[in-house]
């Protein structure tokens, strides 16, 4: 069951997105070729705390830190450490907060310093993939008019949507009905209406689209070792269209 929220609840997303997206913010300025991912988790942990919140990714599952950290051919689900980054990397920072009960749940991917011309171009579509799904939450559009938009552009320009992870349903849980995949026909599912929020997540990769899990249970990689690009964003359908509550 999709789980609509009313403008009260939507009010109090928009609270938890305004952490996450800042939480974001800070992190994009400590993204230098020598940081570690533990230090940026750290810094995650710590904004989030200040203002009140709860880390939402910490404990979930018994994963052990507040963000999600992937580098290069990890996908999502990387686990911050000891690792640091290298000029020319691109990481992508997943972030979840819960506040007084409702969760907010954004990603974006970084160059670090300077980085290819693939690299970037692999980024600029994932980033534009998100965009075009977002303009697709439209109310009467069915909801893998959202799945088609990010499939249809990514491969429009040439690279591929993982299939084995997908966006959700968002709430007073972090992952509610329904599930968001990033690929499918349009006109299928159910028809979107006002109060649906939605954290949608194109995972995009440069090679194909199968990915594998590490042995510590979390990291998943491209199969063909090919880097991988994530974006997402909480986004409510109000009265007046798609509404992105993970901005500031
Ligand atoms: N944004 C991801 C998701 O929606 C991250 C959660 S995985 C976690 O599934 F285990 F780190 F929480
Ligand atoms: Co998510």
Known sequence: MIKLKSTREIEMMREAGRIVAAVLLELERLI???????ALDRMAEKMIRRAGGEPAFLGYHNYPASICTSINEEV???????????????????VGVRLKGYYGDAAATFGVGAVGPGAQRLMDVARRSLDQAIAAMRQGAHLSDISHAVQAYVEMNSFAVVRNFVGHGIGTEMHEEPQVPNFGPPGRGPVLQPGIVLAIEPMVNAGGWEVEVLKDHWTVVTKDGSLSAHFEHTVALGDNGPEVLTIL
């Open 32 to 38: 230098v070729a020598g940081v570690t991912t533990g």
């Open 76 to 94: 999502v689900h990387g686990i911050p450490g000891l690792r640091k980054l290298k000029e020319g990397d691109i990481i992508s920072i997943d």
